[in-house]
């Protein structure tokens, strides 16, 4: 079946640390993957998403690349601010048909100054 | 900037209620979700919407009801709320087509607590 896996939090880092959050995936054929952000007592957005392999998404600093070989689609940013503390879904979308996402657990993450 | 809301944000309500979650997005999109996302964060499909007058159940199994009569427009009821339904619930809505990667587009959340 479709799945996904990603770090578990949370995610203590200082300002201007360097940022990964892993996330890998199960899934049939070569499905898009998205990164949301939710924000404290918001909902979620996107914050990221590529449709193909070897896609990278990209948006306010941070940046995923599809590995296909590696099933992956980790997330990054090289200098992360105390604005950045919120959590992280990494989601796949299982079908084109009408746009499911599966999503997976969120990972927190707290920068501190 | 998303223009869907919620209303109300947070409900604290007796057993053997009967409540009613509001959901409405002003982009004229016509597939819409509800999510529920329990304490530990993870989100749960419960029902969707492909446009007026459709409604399908999600993943995860809810004694919720959903009405679709306006494009815009997507509630969620519950007829008599248990301890078992205190959960945050998220409404979403996104474009139609078949595109490859589309964004949805996710309301501020009702926070509901059953008493």
């Known amino acids: 079946g479709n799945s996904v896996t990603q770090m578990e939090g949370p995610v203590t880092l200082s300002e201007e640390a360097f940022l990964t959050i892993n996330c890998t995936y199960t899934?049939?054929?070569?499905?898009?993957l998205f990164w949301y952000v939710q924000y404290p007592g918001e909902g979620l957005q996107l914050l990221l998403k590529a449709t193909k392999a070897d896609d990278k998404g990209s948006n306010k600093g941070f940046e995923a690349t599809y590995r296909k070989e590696t099933t992956s689609f980790h997330l990054e940013k090289g200098s992360v601010q105390v604005s950045d503390s919120a959590v992280y879904f990494c989601?796949?979308?299982?079908?084109?048909?009408?746009?499911?996402?599966?999503f997976g657990t969120g990972t927190r993450l707290l920068v501190s100054p | 900037e998303a223009d869907i809301y919620q209303t109300p944000r947070y409900l604290v309500i007796g057993t053997g209620k009967k409540i009613t979650l509001e959901c409405s997005q002003t982009m004229g999109h016509d597939k819409m979700y509800w999510y529920q996302q329990d304490p530990g964060m993870e989100l749960h499909l419960i029902h969707y919407s492909y446009g007026v007058n459709s409604t399908e159940k999600g993943d995860l199994s809810s004694e919720s009801t959903v009405s679709r009569i306006r494009t815009e427009h997507f509630p969620l009821t519950l007829e008599s709320a248990r301890p078992s339904h205190t959960s945050q619930y998220l409404c979403a809505s996104s474009e139609a087509g078949t595109v490859r990667g589309e964004t949805q587009y996710f309301g501020p959340g009702t926070r509901l607590l059953v008493l």
């Open positions: 989601a796949l979308e299982r079908d084109t048909g009408f746009q499911k996402l599966v």
């Open positions: 899934a049939t054929g070569y499905p898009s």
